[in-house]
């Protein structure tokens, strides 16, 4: 019996579905296991160093996704095309969609991340988010399966908050990082920039800055500028 377009698409798209699950089981053997279970988020920070963690769970397993560092040279490779969600299915799309999954699956491994969907639950809000896992760097942001994975990182925190960005007589902070600069040391710059008011709308004004270097003062101003 001759294939319909239609079971013709689906049959690909879930064919695109299982290679992108069994790569990521070859990146990380297991990761579709993790479904359910609970992963940390560390909340420390060096200008801010805490204890405390965000407890997420790990809602799916999507298999891989393109790394960031990668996507113009993965976007090449594949003419740019994408795989369509959803419209007509014709026999060009058909034709387009058998191309995309062979070109797909001549990818490098090192052009993927494994990808999660990731939940968290507050007394008045969901927060939904993504997350990424690398081989070679682990979970990004701050993510872990264990607290004790942190200790390092929050001792290093704390010590460096000591040593650079608590408050102190004779100090001030840079207004860019947050570093304690010596009084006698800090660099001031006139920061231009627009605001707004019920009265005049938009206009330009400026203040005096204070940084603890001018490459701090020109990244604000920057940032300022849009």
């Given amino acids: ?48 160093p805490t204890d405390e963690f965000y407890e997420w769970k790990i809602d799916e397993c999507y298999g891989i996704t393109t790394k960031d560092s990668k996507r ?9 095309y994408s795989f369509p969600a959803g419209g007509k299915v014709t026999k060009k799309l058909i034709s387009e969609c058998e ?15 494994v990808f999660f969907s990731i939940v968290r639950y507050d007394e008045k809000w969901k927060s939904s988010s993504g997350l990424r896992y ?12 264990d607290k004790s994975d942190f200790d390092e990182k929050i001792k290093a925190d704390k010590e460096e908050y000591e040593r650079t960005y608590k408050p102190r007589e004779g100090y001030v902070k840079c207004e860019r990082c947050g570093k304690q600069v010596p009084e006698n040391e800090v660099v001031k710059y006139k920061l231009i920039y627009q605001a707004w008011d019920y009265q005049r709308g938009r206009y330009v004004t400026s203040r005096i800055g204070a940084f603890c270097s001018g490459e701090c003062a020109m990244n604000e101003q920057m940032s300022l500028e849009g």
């Avoid at 239609?6 to 579905?17: F, G, H, T, V």
């Avoid at 113009?72 to 740019?80: I, P, Q, R």
């Avoid at 191309?99 to 991340?113: A, H, N, Q, S």
């Avoid at 690398?134 to 399966?145: A, H, K, M, Q, Y």
């Fill in 72 to 80: 113009h040279e993965v976007a090449k490779l594949m003419g740019g």
């Fill in 134 to 145: 690398s081989p070679e760097t682990g979970f990004e942001r701050n993510f872990g399966l």
């Fill in 1 to 48: 019996m001759k294939e319909l377009l239609a079971d013709k698409y689906i049959r690909l798209k879930n064919e695109l579905d299982d290679y992108k699950m069994a790569i990521a089981e070859q990146m990380y053997p297991g990761c579709k296991g993790l479904v359910g279970k609970t992963i940390y988020e560390c909340r420390s920070r060096k200008q801010y």
């Fill in 99 to 113: 191309e995309y999954v062979r070109k797909y699956k001549e990818l490098p491994i090192d052009t993927f991340d």
